[in-house]
């Protein structure tokens, strides 16, 4: 009988090339002319500090009213061409990917979840395995048991600022000091 063979290893996710990630239109999960829309914002760095420049993140949160079903939208094509489109500009979707720039910044324009008090935030970047996944909280709730279950000091990492009115700052850390918190799932 033949000897089992071994697992192929896993391979680093990115780097991410502009032609194929992200689509257009990726960040404005909500209409930007919509009177509600917030603008949540960050940067991603690395162990040293550094930023990241070719990071990729994805949102995905519930509707103003709770509701999780999302809406088709996020990646419509063009139907002369069948060139991703875009949004169509009028539609709150609940999903959003967009790339980090040349400095590790990145930018979304949403609506504030409603039935949480967070936006579901998974990240790829060179060098990882897997993507990894953790939650940008625009409040702090005491009657969210991960965020009581976190010494004051990690939960600080999963807080967005406010900052002017409409405006949140989320950064992330993948490791060293301040580090975000990660979550696993099975």
């Known amino acids: 009988m033949p000897a089992p063979h071994a697992p192929t290893p896993s391979q680093t996710v990115g780097p991410f090339f502009g032609h194929a ?18 603008t949540l914002h960050g940067y991603v760095y690395d162990g040293a500090g550094d930023p990241v420049p070719d990071a990729l993140l994805e949102i995905w949160q519930p509707a103003p009213d ?3 079903a999302g809406a088709p939208g996020s990646l419509r094509r063009d139907p002369v061409t069948g060139r991703p489109a875009g949004r169509d500009g009028v539609t709150f979707t609940g999903f959003g990917r967009v ?16 039935g ?27 009657d969210d048991t991960l965020l009581t279950d976190l010494d004051a000091g990690r939960r600080a990492t999963l807080l967005a600022q406010a900052g002017p009115p409409g405006t949140y700052r989320f950064d992330i850390h993948l490791q060293g000091e301040g580090e975000t918190v990660f979550l696993e799932f099975p």
């Not at 990630?21 to 917030?38: R, S």
């Not at 790339?99 to 409603?114: Q, S, V």
């Not at 579901?120 to 993507?131: D, I, K, Q, Y």
């Open 21 to 38: 990630l992200p689509a257009p239109g990726g960040p404005e999960i909500a209409p930007l002319a919509h009177p509600d829309t917030i």
């Open 66 to 68: 709770g509701s999780r």
């Open 99 to 114: 790339p980090t720039d040349a400095d590790g910044h990145w930018a979304i324009h949403t609506l504030p979840p409603g």
């Open 116 to 142: 949480a008090p967070y936006l579901s935030v998974a990240l790829f970047a060179r060098g990882l395995l897997n993507h990894l996944f953790t939650r940008a909280y625009l409040r702090d709730d005491p």
